[in-house]
């Protein structure tokens, strides 16, 4: 129910409430009425749309092509891939047997248009439309079944246009005139005469291979089998296209309904089964079986050419592909983010002129790394550091001592200054100069120290 | 001795074999246990240091790629991590510039900061040959190391923040045995020395009175027949070697006096 003029409305109905006489739209108080013991429950349109997903998600097991229709429908692009099911008559079968099972109650309807497939699930009397009766069935329908807004059926229906046949049999210029392009437009989009493009919530990938099981499986063990066996038939499906896998995808359908999805990149591509059943083995645990799962598909989302292997012939390329498969290895338990090289930061700012940026892909990176003429720090501190600067009694500018994290360190030696200018371009007008020192203390130990104004900081080690 | 039941799987095998009869027992014996310890590990790669006395306290008359070193320091003081970055870019010079590996645990270093590419090029480690992986715990930074040390095209790796125990260190020899490519571990300064697996043991600490990195590097374990000892060390980064400091290079073999 959902709050509407003169209170709480009806906004869906289960097909038991229908049956009782109750539409949608009818206010609570007169469903309440007319049956008593009727149960309800708020609106979620936000719940229901997430459901919807998840579901669009879960029918990934039957086509890789799936659109969300509205807040109530899915369509599902199923051309070519009937078979696979046993024929169009048996998948339907399939999937109501499935749906049924999760306790959705549901219209399915086959056609060879999405508009006739809509019209034939809402209005029709659903299941696979024959394609032997040719338009008939479809010339049938109520007026409605062309997708119209609801105003412009009334009106069409006051003129005596109550079927799609009625539609079809009129004038297309004089409809047009009264009504627009739309009654038109979704005319030809029924009777198949145009073509309605499906956009799928996930792009379809090119190179798949799916597994389904007689009896869900559970155990990890399971699981890492039918890894195996996926990973092994796309690494052959790649092998015959001659490229390599950089990305891929795991999805797992569970028996409750969700999906389950696992994610690879690959540094280098790659079509090695043990190699990428390694990388993924340490992420099968993440799965959550649930009750079981059904089906999984594997999924080549990126591919790039890579030649046949050629044995012996190059041994740099052994090494190429060693480093590149131990920064798979790196990066898949550790994340990117945590697998790094040091960049030159193309700045003179101590703090910019590094950076760390995620490790190389393959190879040599063009890194523009110079011999720095003057003298850098092997460590520098995550940020300057305040310390205190004694000086000698009596004089200004002669350092004795100075006091770096509670701990007074007698001056050795200095040298000094080297003055570096702030960029203004980036730092704004409030950044001031900096004058390095590099300082050794007693023990030997050298410190990179700065004085901006006033203030000492120290800023690095060196070794 | 018995060298002829030693597996003998190549010719060039033989060769070294016959090669060292005329000249050393102990390259021989050296040689022996690098073919008995099976193929990947013949021929070990042996980096001197380029300075006699120093090179002559370690079994192998330098430090052993496919071995376990171990380097401490202390607090605030970057000789140690500068003492390895030296020796790793040294290895990664004689290996064609392979990458090297620096596996650090996050919070560990963050006392002496992060590694500075600029620094870190006169070391002789180029920073784009470096390879900075950051580990969240000690587990996880030796498991990165051992998968470090099983690939063979590194020239080193490097595990900064972790002691790593007796079991953990025989990991990690055993995967450098395997592929023989050198491993460090810097331990975290203060700690105390824990058992260890590791084939070398150092403490290096900075030394007053001079311009160049100068380190007093003190070897308190070698195995294999190693003599402990401390030497003063500079690096000269315009030729990317070790040289002994100037006051003691005449002699060589007396400790250095203490501070």
């Given at each position: 129910?959902?709050?509407?003029?003169?209170?709480?409305?009806?906004?869906?109905?289960?097909?038991?409430?229908?049956?009782?006489?109750?539409?949608?739209?009818?206010?609570?108080?007169?469903?309440?009425?007319?049956?008593?013991?009727?149960?309800?429950?708020?609106?979620?349109?936000?719940g229901d749309a997430e459901g919807l997903a998840a579901l669009a998600d879960w029918c990934g097991r039957f086509s890789p092509w799936i659109a969300v229709d509205g807040a109530d429908g899915l369509i599902l692009d199923v051309s070519g891939l009937a078979h696979l099911f046993g024929g169009e008559a048996a998948l339907l079968q399939e999937i109501g047997r499935h749906l049924a099972r999760l306790g959705l109650h549901h219209r399915l309807a086959?056609?060879?248009?999405?508009?006739?497939?809509?019209?034939?699930?809402?209005?029709?009397?659903?299941?696979?439309?024959?394609?032997?009766?040719?338009?008939?069935?479809?010339?049938?329908?109520?007026?409605?079944?062309?997708?119209?807004?609801?105003?412009?059926?009334?009106?069409?229906?006051?003129?005596?246009?109550?079927?799609?046949?009625?539609?079809?049999?009129?004038?297309?210029?004089?409809?047009?005139?009264?009504?627009?392009?739309?009654?038109?437009?979704?005319?030809?989009?029924?009777?198949?005469?145009?073509?309605?493009?499906?956009?799928?919530?996930?792009?379809?990938?090119?190179?798949?291979?799916?597994?389904?099981?007689?009896?869900?499986?559970?155990?990890?063990?399971?699981?890492?089998?039918?890894?195996?066996?996926?990973?092994?038939?796309?690494?052959?499906?790649?092998?015959?296209?001659?490229?390599?896998?950089?990305?891929?995808?795991?999805?797992?359908?569970?028996?409750?309904?969700?999906?389950?999805?696992?994610?690879?990149?690959?540094?280098?591509?790659?079509?090695?089964?043990?190699?990428?059943?390694?990388?993924?083995?340490?992420?099968?645990?993440?799965?959550?079986?649930?009750?079981?799962?059904?089906?999984?598909?594997?999924?080549?989302?990126?591919?790039?050419?890579?030649?046949?292997?050629?044995?012996?012939?190059?041994?740099?390329?052994?090494?190429?592909?060693?480093?590149?498969?131990?920064?798979?290895?790196?990066?898949?338990?550790?994340?990117?983010?945590?697998?790094?090289?040091?960049?030159?930061?193309?700045?003179?700012?101590?703090?910019?002129?590094?950076?760390?940026?995620?490790?190389?892909?393959?190879?040599?990176?063009?890194?523009?790394?110079?011999?720095?003429?003057?003298?850098?720090?092997?460590c520098l501190l995550p940020a300057p550091e305040p310390i205190e600067m004694e000086m000698a009694d009596g004089e200004e500018e002669s350092p004795r001592a100075f006091r770096w994290r509670r701990v007074r360190r007698l001056l050795g030696g200095s040298e000094g200054p080297e003055r570096i200018e702030p960029e203004w371009w980036r730092q704004g007008a409030g950044a001031r100069a900096r004058d390095y020192y590099r300082i050794e203390d007693?023990?030997?130990?050298?410190?990179?120290?700065?004085?901006?104004?006033?203030?000492?900081?120290?800023?690095?080690?060196?070794? | 001795?018995?060298?002829?039941?030693?597996?003998?799987?190549?010719?060039?095998?033989?060769?070294?074999?016959?090669?060292?009869?005329?000249?050393?027992?102990?390259?021989?014996?050296?040689?022996?246990?690098?073919?008995?310890?099976?193929?990947?590990?013949?021929?070990?790669?042996?980096?001197?240091?380029?300075?006699?006395?120093?090179?002559?306290?370690?079994?192998?008359?330098?430090?052993?790629?496919?071995?376990?070193?171990?380097?401490?320091?202390?607090?605030?003081?970057?000789?140690?991590?500068?003492?390895?970055?030296?020796?790793?870019?040294?290895?990664?010079?004689?290996?064609?510039?392979?990458?090297?590996?620096?596996?650090?645990?996050?919070?560990?270093?963050?006392?002496?900061?992060?590694?500075?590419?600029?620094?870190?090029?006169?070391?002789?480690?180029?920073?784009?040959?470096?390879?900075?992986?950051?580990?969240?715990?000690?587990?996880?930074?030796?498991?990165?190391?051992?998968?470090?040390?099983?690939?063979?095209?590194?020239?080193?790796?490097?595990?900064?923040?972790?002691?790593?125990?007796?079991?953990?260190?025989?990991?990690?020899?055993?995967?450098?045995?395997?592929?023989?490519?050198?491993?460090?571990?810097?331990?975290?300064?203060?700690?105390?020395?824990?058992?260890?697996?590791?084939?070398?043991?150092?403490?290096?600490?900075?030394?007053?009175?001079?311009?160049?990195?100068?380190?007093?590097?003190?070897?308190?374990?070698?195995?294999?027949?190693?003599?402990?000892?401390?030497?003063?060390?500079?690096w000269e980064d315009a030729a990317f070697r070790f040289r002994l400091a100037a006051p003691l290079a005449d002699r060589s073999l007396v400790p250095a006096a203490s501070r």
């Amino acid at each position: 129910m959902t709050a509407g003029p003169g209170g709480l409305r009806l906004a869906a109905l289960d097909p038991l409430a229908a049956a009782g006489g109750l539409g949608i739209g009818m206010p609570l108080a007169e469903a309440r009425a007319l049956l008593p013991g009727l149960s309800s429950a708020p609106a979620d349109p936000t719940g229901d749309a997430e459901g919807l997903a998840a579901l669009a998600d879960w029918c990934g097991r039957f086509s890789p092509w799936i659109a969300v229709d509205g807040a109530d429908g899915l369509i599902l692009d199923v051309s070519g891939l009937a078979h696979l099911f046993g024929g169009e008559a048996a998948l339907l079968q399939e999937i109501g047997r499935h749906l049924a099972r999760l306790g959705l109650h549901h219209r399915l309807a086959l056609a060879g248009s999405p508009a006739a497939a809509w019209a034939w699930a809402r209005h029709g009397d659903g299941g696979r439309l024959d394609p032997s009766a040719g338009l008939a069935p479809l010339l049938a329908l109520p007026a409605a079944a062309l997708r119209l807004p609801a105003e412009m059926v009334a009106d069409l229906a006051r003129l005596g246009l109550r079927r799609v046949g009625d539609l079809a049999r009129l004038p297309r210029a004089p409809l047009t005139r009264r009504f627009g392009l739309q009654p038109g437009q979704r005319l030809d989009l029924l009777l198949g005469e145009a073509m309605e493009p499906i956009s799928p919530r996930h792009p379809p990938a090119e190179r798949r291979c799916r597994i389904a099981f007689a009896e869900p499986i559970g155990r990890a063990e399971d699981l890492d089998v039918a890894l195996e066996r996926l990973i092994a038939e796309l690494c052959r499906l790649m092998e015959r296209s001659g490229l390599g896998l950089s990305r891929l995808e795991l999805v797992c359908y569970r028996v409750d309904g969700a999906t389950q999805r696992l994610a690879l990149g690959l540094a280098q591509p790659s079509r090695e089964a043990g190699h990428i059943h390694r990388l993924f083995a340490a992420h099968v645990e993440c799965i959550d079986p649930g009750f079981g799962i059904e089906a999984m598909i594997l999924e080549a989302v990126e591919s790039n050419p890579l030649p046949p292997a050629q044995a012996g012939l190059a041994p740099d390329a052994g090494a190429t592909r060693d480093l590149a498969q131990l920064l798979d290895r790196l990066v898949n338990r550790l994340s990117p983010a945590r697998v790094l090289r040091l960049l030159p930061g193309d700045s003179h700012w101590p703090e910019r002129a590094m950076r760390l940026g995620p490790a190389p892909h393959s190879g040599r990176q063009p890194g523009a790394w110079e011999e720095e003429e003057r003298l850098r720090p092997l460590c520098l501190l995550p940020a300057p550091e305040p310390i205190e600067m004694e000086m000698a009694d009596g004089e200004e500018e002669s350092p004795r001592a100075f006091r770096w994290r509670r701990v007074r360190r007698l001056l050795g030696g200095s040298e000094g200054p080297e003055r570096i200018e702030p960029e203004w371009w980036r730092q704004g007008a409030g950044a001031r100069a900096r004058d390095y020192y590099r300082i050794e203390d007693v023990t030997g130990r050298r410190y990179w120290i700065y004085r901006e104004g006033a203030r000492w900081y120290l800023h690095g080690l060196f070794a | 001795m018995n060298i002829i039941d030693c597996p003998i799987q190549t010719m060039s095998q033989i060769f070294v074999i016959e090669d060292c009869k005329k000249t050393d027992i102990s390259i021989l014996k050296t040689r022996t246990r690098a073919i008995e310890a099976g193929p990947a590990a013949t021929r070990p790669q042996i980096l001197s240091f380029g300075i006699a006395p120093l090179d002559a306290a370690l079994p192998d008359g330098g430090l052993g790629a496919g071995l376990l070193h171990e380097v401490s320091g202390a607090a605030g003081d970057a000789a140690a991590r500068g003492f390895v970055a030296a020796l790793a870019g040294r290895f990664a010079g004689a290996r064609g510039e392979a990458p090297v590996l620096w596996c650090r645990l996050r919070g560990a270093g963050q006392e002496d900061g992060a590694l500075y590419g600029p620094g870190l090029v006169r070391f002789g480690l180029r920073p784009d040959r470096l390879l900075l992986v950051l580990a969240e715990r000690p587990a996880e930074l030796l498991w990165a190391m051992e998968e470090g040390l099983r690939c063979r095209h590194l020239a080193a790796v490097i595990g900064e923040g972790v002691a790593s125990g007796l079991s953990a260190s025989r990991r990690l020899q055993l995967a450098a045995g395997t592929s023989g490519v050198a491993a460090f571990l810097l331990p975290p300064p203060g700690g105390r020395a824990s058992a260890s697996a590791a084939a070398t043991r150092w403490h290096v600490v900075a030394m007053p009175g001079r311009a160049v990195p100068c380190w007093r590097v003190e070897l308190r374990r070698a195995r294999g027949g190693g003599r402990p000892g401390d030497w003063i060390v500079e690096w000269e980064d315009a030729a990317f070697r070790f040289r002994l400091a100037a006051p003691l290079a005449d002699r060589s073999l007396v400790p250095a006096a203490s501070r």
